[in-house]
């Protein structure tokens, strides 16, 4: 299960490891979080809303998410639906068929079948203002805007929040583009975990709203993970709005480019879908446009961030697999294994010549 928001990089322990592990930003010591993500995102009215739920792995007293995005908040954070995803799931999930092809004692199929799939008030000083804070779940958070990156970092500092060199010239990014930063907090029991144990678990799954003129997932920060690496990012994103949109580059297909996407769903959502799956009603309403597509990339390949704004034909599609079962057919399929051109045609030949006979001896 992909379960992490988009956007993001580990902030983790007291010294930055180089482990690919993407999140809004996550710090703690001993943390680690799953680079797999799978979130839920609604674009309307020029409000984007999106849930994510990190799944982490770790022993820290005190551990976090630091997630940027393109405007204030339109409201706090909450707590959203936690069967939601698993029903937009279940909703798009692609049909199925079963297709048997002969194998001789040889080992030669009798054909081929296609096939494919896939495989988150006041100002404080040197340029940095708290615009808004609140509990949300087991989070306390913060929405920052800060004046330079050296500002941001120096705030991340002051408040204990480590953060990898390689995350500056990110920072830098979204400080250039007037971005805010949600800083997401909590604190576990002093007396837990136990000296050496590890807690596991999903967070939220949390809920945050901003304005933005087109749904953005805030993928650069990605970046921030060391240079070179050669881990991947699986991203899988259901997106809700007035028409199916993707990420410009997203083809409908069943395999993936070195970095892109590939779209295996949509659909328009209908009362019917919603009493079958009533979770989904936390993220879309009745006659609403849901597009399921998985984003694959290595850090460093974005130089922006992933922009659901590419138009799809108002057409449903649900992504079809065929699996191929072989069976041994031996002696009783030869004639469909045939691929000799001049063999089809003796036999169509004998078989005319045998039909004129008969009609000889009727006459």
Known sequence: MRNLIAGCTLLAGLAWTSLALPCGGGFGMGIAINPDQTIVVSHKNGIETYQFSPHFCGSAAQFGLILPVPGMLSGDPVLGDPKAASEFEAYTKPSEETNEICMSGDGAMGGAAPGGGPGTRGPIDDGVNVVSKGQVGMFTWQLLKADTAAAFTDWLDANKFPYSPYAKAEFDYYVTQSWYFVAFTVTADAQAPTSGAKICGDLGPLKVSFPTATAVIPSRIANATSPGSTSYFN?????????????????????????????????????????????????????????????????????????????QAASPYRHHIVHTVEKDC??????????????????????????????????
């Not at 590939?262 to 009603?281: N, T």
């Not at 031996?330 to 045939?338: M, W």
Request: charged share 15%; glycine share 12%.
């Open 330 to 363: 031996s002696g009783l399929c030869s004639f469909r294994r045939t691929r000799n051109p001049a063999a089809i045609g003796l036999a169509a030949a004998g078989l005319i010549a045998l039909l004129a006979l008969a009609r000889r001896r009727k006459g």
């Open 235 to 311: 991203w899988r994103i259901f997106f809700v709005g007035s028409q199916p949109m993707t990420p410009a580059g997203t083809s409908q297909g069943t395999s993936y480019a070195s970095s892109g996407g590939q779209m295996f769903f949509k659909g328009i959502v209908s009362d019917a879908d919603l009493g079958a799956h009533p979770a989904m009603a936390s993220m879309a309403a009745s006659g609403d446009w849901v597009t399921w597509f998985d984003y694959r990339f290595r850090p460093g390949e974005l130089s922006s961030d992933l922009a659901i704004d590419q138009p």
